[in-house]
């Protein structure tokens, strides 16, 4: 809303307007310097005698004196034309939910189950509280942020569907720990916002004695009440994970029981609410938590009025003053201004220079790295620290190495390790892990990437082993056949000289009996059919026995190296030779996956400064990535990065 006559902001520095009033009214008074002529001349004459304009000359600057001091008391006022209203404040107070995900929370005494009604009921929450701001801590052994204060219910709603025990990096119960992160959250919330009231709500199954006392003392003197939701029933149910009933050290059956006297109590003296979860918004009600200050008004025009406010316009003012004192500077400079716009031009030549000026070189390298560009940001480095990380980052694992390679820290001596084994030199690498775990024995990335590495050598030295004895059985296998070929070679001619021998004897006997035949048939002058008959068989069967011994001829192998039989061996032994070298090809793509396997094992970015940059899963499964962000956040809070 705009209004004709303005709202003063700051009426009280009308106090000074009587003050300037008299100090204008001395300038004005105040004569002027007087020369000989003025002297002597009446100041009636004075304008008509004297040439020149000193005399209106003096009366510009106190003119120009007038009005900057005119415009000054006007803008020290604060006057406003413009009335600006704003939504009404927000009655909630920030909430910070601390979630129990032990694996008490996946028995099934209530249906469907513990965890999923925890989270059906977040979601009501969050629901009922609309723009108010709620943060999400999730506690086991560890406690972590899942999302911080925030009114995005779109992303708390996401993020509150994939809680679950599995994502969480360390076993046990550690309730204190999130409400020590909770109040973490809330204490910068009030140094931005100068909020008053907090609440936090814990949603568990039980709490030890040790963590109320922890608590207690960590919510000492902040003013923010702890409100409880109980889970479970009386009664519980035993933890089934993967069809096995989760045991104690005991090997007891592990039977979580709610204990909502116990809970209840300690929530009273917190200064907060118990309720035990329900399927409806009973316990949001006792809970309070759809109007955590207990007001319930609603927003009216007065709630309007109280956030509305008239728009401070007195730097307008501000300008004629800043104009009016540029006359008092030397003549001409104002026509200067315009061409100020010209120097203004954009002077990309000079960028990299502007940078320098303000940065130094490693802050310039860490640049280049944020803007995926290694390669230069190794050049830029000056660190050796951060040249080694970056020539890491460009695949240059020669350079890498070479940085590492006098490393002395556990670190240093682990990511040494990681350069060899993106080379290839898995032995070297091996023995550097060995000394980062030496001097560090729970360095658990390097105990990893360690077993990877032999893992794969021991499957290197089977698959060479297995091709070895592969080749060597090919080779006694070609033997073997081509004995055998000489066996049958050498039988099937002893066969053939056999034939032939009982061929030659046929023939001369088939010769003697014709001889005899002739000389009975011209001493009896004929003869008989039967022995025509005879005759003729034994004529038939000549081309028969010849015959036949053609039709073996084709049939047994010959030595012809071209021949069907002896080939055959050759070939199956050119194929069991050429086998280990394909083996061998076949496997160098192994070889490569498998090496791509241990490099993507291997974090690339570890344990150089604070540096906590991490591939991401190629999953974008958001318990995945919370899980990973548990994880390091457990890694580094230990100090291994």
Same mark, same amino acid.
């Given at each position: 809303m705009i209004s004709l006559w303005p709202q003063w902001q700051r009426?009280?520095?009308?106090?000074? +307007?009587?003050?300037?009033?008299?100090?204008?009214?001395?300038?004005?008074?105040?004569? =002027?310097?007087?020369?000989?002529?003025?002297?002597?001349?009446?100041?009636?004459? $004075?304008?008509?005698? +004297?040439?020149?304009?000193?005399?209106? /000359?003096?009366?510009?600057?106190?003119?120009?004196?007038?009005? *900057?001091? +005119?415009?000054?008391?006007?803008?020290? +006022?604060?006057?406003?034309?413009k009335h600006i209203k704003q939504p009404p404040l927000k009655l909630d107070a920030p909430l910070a939910i601390v979630v129990d995900m032990t694996p008490r929370m996946l028995s099934k005494d209530i249906a469907p189950s513990r965890l999923e009604s925890v989270k059906r009921k977040l979601l009501d929450i969050i629901s009922a509280r609309k723009d108010a701001q709620t943060a999400i801590i999730a506690y086991a052994g560890s406690a972590h942020v899942v999302a911080p204060l925030s009114d995005d219910k779109e992303t708390l709603d996401n993020l509150i569907k994939v809680l679950s025990p599995t994502i969480m990096p360390k076993s046990g119960e550690n309730a204190e720990a999130g409400i020590a992160k909770a109040i973490n959250l809330i204490d910068n919330t009030r140094q931005n916002n100068k909020t008053k009231k907090a609440e936090i709500l814990l949603v568990t199954t039980g709490l030890n004695e040790q963590e109320k006392e922890n608590i207690r003392k960590l919510l000492v003197g902040k003013s923010i009440n702890l409100d409880i939701l109980g889970v479970g029933t009386a009664q519980g149910a035993p933890i089934l994970i993967n069809g096995v009933f989760l045991k104690d050290s005991s090997g007891n059956i592990i039977n979580p029981k709610l204990d909502s006297d116990s809970l209840q109590a300690f929530a009273y003296s917190e200064g907060g609410y118990y309720s035990t979860i329900t399927l409806n918004n009973a316990d949001i009600d006792a809970l309070h938590l759809s109007n955590p200050t207990g007001d319930k008004r609603l927003v009216n025009e007065q709630d309007m009025r109280l956030t509305s406010f008239w728009e401070d316009q007195s730097y307008w003012l501000v300008l004629p003053i800043l104009l009016i004192a540029a006359f008092a500077g030397r003549k001409g400079w104002l026509f200067c201004i315009p061409l100020l716009a010209f120097t203004f031009q954009p002077q990309t030549a000079h960028a990299f220079e502007w940078n320098q000026l303000w940065l130094n070189k490693d802050q310039q390298g860490q640049k280049l790295l944020k803007e995926n560009k290694p390669k230069d940001a190794m050049t830029m480095f000056k660190d050796k620290r951060?040249?080694?990380?970056?020539?890491? /980052?460009?695949?240059?694992? $020669?350079?890498?190495?070479? &940085?590492?390679?006098?490393?002395?820290?556990?670190?240093?001596?682990?990511?040494?390790?990681?350069?060899?084994?993106?080379?290839?030199?898995?032995?070297? &690498?091996?023995?550097?892990?060995?000394? *980062?775990?030496?001097?560090?024995?729970?360095? /658990?990335? =390097?105990?990893?990437?360690?077993?990877?590495? /032999?893992?794969?050598?021991?499957? $290197? &030295?089977?698959? $060479?082993?297995?091709?070895?004895?592969?080749?060597?059985?090919?080779?006694?296998?070609?033997?073997?056949?081509?004995?055998?070929?000489?066996?049958?070679?050498?039988?099937?001619?002893?066969q053939n000289n056999d034939q032939q021998n009982s061929d030659s004897k046929d023939a001369a006997q088939q010769n003697n009996s014709s001889q005899a035949s002739n000389n009975n048939q011209q001493q009896n002058n004929g003869a008989s059919p039967s022995n025509s008959q005879n005759n003729n068989e034994n004529e038939q069967g000549k081309p028969k026995s010849s015959g036949g011994a053609g039709e073996n001829s084709n049939v047994m192998p010959t030595k012809d190296p071209s021949s069907g039989e002896l080939t055959e061996p050759t070939d199956q032994q050119q194929s069991n030779t050429s086998s280990p070298e394909q083996k061998q090809d076949s496997k160098e793509p192994q070889e490569n996956s498998k090496g791509d396997t241990v490099s993507d094992s291997i974090p690339e970015n570890q344990a150089i400064d604070d540096e906590f940059k991490r591939r991401l899963p190629e999953s974008e499964d958001p318990s995945e990535l919370l899980r990973r962000k548990f994880y390091f956040e457990q890694r580094y809070n230990k100090g291994d990065y």
């Amino acid at each position: 809303m705009i209004s004709l006559w303005p709202q003063w902001q700051r009426p009280l520095f009308i106090i000074l +307007l009587p003050i300037i009033v008299y100090l204008l009214w001395k300038l004005w008074k105040l004569s =002027a310097h007087k020369g000989s002529w003025q002297a002597i001349i009446p100041t009636l004459f $004075q304008p008509w005698l +004297l040439r020149g304009s000193k005399a209106k /000359e003096s009366i510009i600057p106190k003119l120009l004196i007038t009005l *900057a001091s +005119l415009f000054a008391i006007l803008a020290l +006022l604060g006057p406003s034309w413009k009335h600006i209203k704003q939504p009404p404040l927000k009655l909630d107070a920030p909430l910070a939910i601390v979630v129990d995900m032990t694996p008490r929370m996946l028995s099934k005494d209530i249906a469907p189950s513990r965890l999923e009604s925890v989270k059906r009921k977040l979601l009501d929450i969050i629901s009922a509280r609309k723009d108010a701001q709620t943060a999400i801590i999730a506690y086991a052994g560890s406690a972590h942020v899942v999302a911080p204060l925030s009114d995005d219910k779109e992303t708390l709603d996401n993020l509150i569907k994939v809680l679950s025990p599995t994502i969480m990096p360390k076993s046990g119960e550690n309730a204190e720990a999130g409400i020590a992160k909770a109040i973490n959250l809330i204490d910068n919330t009030r140094q931005n916002n100068k909020t008053k009231k907090a609440e936090i709500l814990l949603v568990t199954t039980g709490l030890n004695e040790q963590e109320k006392e922890n608590i207690r003392k960590l919510l000492v003197g902040k003013s923010i009440n702890l409100d409880i939701l109980g889970v479970g029933t009386a009664q519980g149910a035993p933890i089934l994970i993967n069809g096995v009933f989760l045991k104690d050290s005991s090997g007891n059956i592990i039977n979580p029981k709610l204990d909502s006297d116990s809970l209840q109590a300690f929530a009273y003296s917190e200064g907060g609410y118990y309720s035990t979860i329900t399927l409806n918004n009973a316990d949001i009600d006792a809970l309070h938590l759809s109007n955590p200050t207990g007001d319930k008004r609603l927003v009216n025009e007065q709630d309007m009025r109280l956030t509305s406010f008239w728009e401070d316009q007195s730097y307008w003012l501000v300008l004629p003053i800043l104009l009016i004192a540029a006359f008092a500077g030397r003549k001409g400079w104002l026509f200067c201004i315009p061409l100020l716009a010209f120097t203004f031009q954009p002077q990309t030549a000079h960028a990299f220079e502007w940078n320098q000026l303000w940065l130094n070189k490693d802050q310039q390298g860490q640049k280049l790295l944020k803007e995926n560009k290694p390669k230069d940001a190794m050049t830029m480095f000056k660190d050796k620290r951060w040249q080694s990380y970056a020539a890491y /980052e460009a695949k240059d694992y $020669q350079k890498a190495e070479k &940085a590492f390679a006098n490393a002395k820290t556990p670190a240093g001596i682990y990511n040494y390790g990681n350069a060899l084994a993106r080379q290839g030199k898995y032995q070297e &690498a091996i023995a550097a892990w060995d000394k *980062a775990i030496k001097n560090k024995p729970d360095f /658990e990335q =390097a105990i990893v990437n360690k077993k990877i590495v /032999e893992d794969l050598l021991k499957k $290197q &030295a089977q698959q $060479q082993n297995s091709d070895q004895n592969n080749q060597q059985q090919d080779q006694n296998q070609q033997k073997k056949n081509a004995q055998e070929n000489q066996q049958q070679n050498d039988g099937s001619s002893s066969q053939n000289n056999d034939q032939q021998n009982s061929d030659s004897k046929d023939a001369a006997q088939q010769n003697n009996s014709s001889q005899a035949s002739n000389n009975n048939q011209q001493q009896n002058n004929g003869a008989s059919p039967s022995n025509s008959q005879n005759n003729n068989e034994n004529e038939q069967g000549k081309p028969k026995s010849s015959g036949g011994a053609g039709e073996n001829s084709n049939v047994m192998p010959t030595k012809d190296p071209s021949s069907g039989e002896l080939t055959e061996p050759t070939d199956q032994q050119q194929s069991n030779t050429s086998s280990p070298e394909q083996k061998q090809d076949s496997k160098e793509p192994q070889e490569n996956s498998k090496g791509d396997t241990v490099s993507d094992s291997i974090p690339e970015n570890q344990a150089i400064d604070d540096e906590f940059k991490r591939r991401l899963p190629e999953s974008e499964d958001p318990s995945e990535l919370l899980r990973r962000k548990f994880y390091f956040e457990q890694r580094y809070n230990k100090g291994d990065y």
